[in-house]
Structures are given as C-alpha cells and as structure tokens.
C-alpha cells in the first residue's frame, strides 16, 4: 500500500497469468490483481496487452485491499531484464502460484522468493482455533501443537508476509523483525531501484 501511495507513476493492472493456468482457480482469472508500477513498464503493457489497463492509485489500492482480505501475499518483483530494478506487486496465493507451488514443493531450496525480513510469532493469547493454520498459510508455516493447544510457527518455512497477522481473530500473532530472513524492503529504496516519484 505505501509503494502505491508513494509513486507519482503509471500503475498498470491485469490478469494474472498464473490464475488463467490453473484448472480451479481460487479467484476467476478475469479478477485483475497483479500489477506493473512505474514506466516504462506500465505504460508498455497497458498499451500492448489488452489484459491490462492503467489505474489510479486509489484504484490499485483497493486492489490490495480486496487481495489482503482473500489472504493472497502482496509480492514485490525485481526483473533481470529491466537492470533488477522493482516493476510489479502480484497478490499471490498457494493454489495458483507458480512461484509459492514451486517454493513449498521444493522445500525452499530454489531461490525465487525471498523473506520479507519478519517472522510471524503466537503469543498466549491464541486459543488453538486454528484459523491460521485452515488455509491462511501460503507458505505452510503454521500448524497447530495439539499439546500445547496453540498454534506453532516453523520459523524456517515463514516467509513474513503477514497473512496470518490479519486473519488472527484474536490477534495472537504479530510480526517480529528477524535478521536471518535478511532486511525489509525500504519504499524509500524502492523509488530509487528505478520507481520514479
């Protein structure tokens, strides 16, 4: 939300590609949810790729706003080919991701989806509902420990995207920094990556 609000730039939205191969999509691949930001990149694919169209920022906002609520995970995406520079937000989700599928079915051992720098963590106050852990974690990070009758993070599986920080109805979980997962990405650092503002 705060690259979106911050960038003084063309934001494109469309289809996502994923969602149109997949047999059962979670949401019709129709419902337009990825993004390019910025130019030259925007602008190309909105003039080029009738899938997509150019958007107010308001607009894109409540595009991750509709994503956040389904539990999708807002990912930032750096292109090779455009000098590693930042271009896109996609609202991914386990079922339909090619990125996540990939990640979760080899055990995270391809590197093409980095950590946003947190980890997700349960405090007392969780009273083993498991609404986190009934289709919240894309990542399959979260399972319940029976003995314990909370939810248990696999610290080594979360990426910190912060699904299940929303989705807590007893907001049990919250995100804490963690070194190991490397640095958050800085919106300030994002315009400068290319984004102009």
Excluded at 17 to 26: F, L, S
Excluded at 36 to 58: L, T
Excluded at 175 to 186: A, H, I, Q
């Amino acid at each position: 939300r705060d690259v979106i609000l911050k960038v003084n730039d063309t934001i494109a939205v469309g289809t996502c590609p994923c969602r149109e191969n997949v047999e059962k999509p979670c949401i019709p691949p129709t419902q337009q949810v990825c993004m390019f930001v910025g130019d030259p990149f925007a602008s190309f694919i909105a003039e080029n790729n009738p899938k997509y169209r150019k958007v107010s920022q308001d607009e894109a906002v409540k595009v991750l706003e509709f994503a956040h609520q389904k539990g999708f995970v807002h990912s930032a995406y750096f292109k090779k080919e455009a000098g590693n520079r930042f271009v896109a937000i996609c609202n991914c989700c386990s079922c339909c991701c090619l990125g996540i599928r990939m990640w979760n079915q080899l055990g995270g051992m391809v590197p093409i989806i980095t950590a946003s720098g947190y980890v997700a963590e349960v405090n007392d106050d969780c009273n083993g509902c498991a609404a986190c852990a009934d289709k919240t974690c894309n990542f399959n990070a979260i399972s319940m420990d029976e003995k314990a009758q909370k939810a248990s993070v696999n610290l080594a599986k979360c990426m910190g995207c912060g699904v299940c920080v929303d989705m807590c109805p007893r907001k049990a979980i919250q995100l804490r920094r963690e070194p190991s997962k490397g640095d958050p990405l800085d919106v300030e650092e994002l315009k400068n990556l290319g984004v102009s503002g």
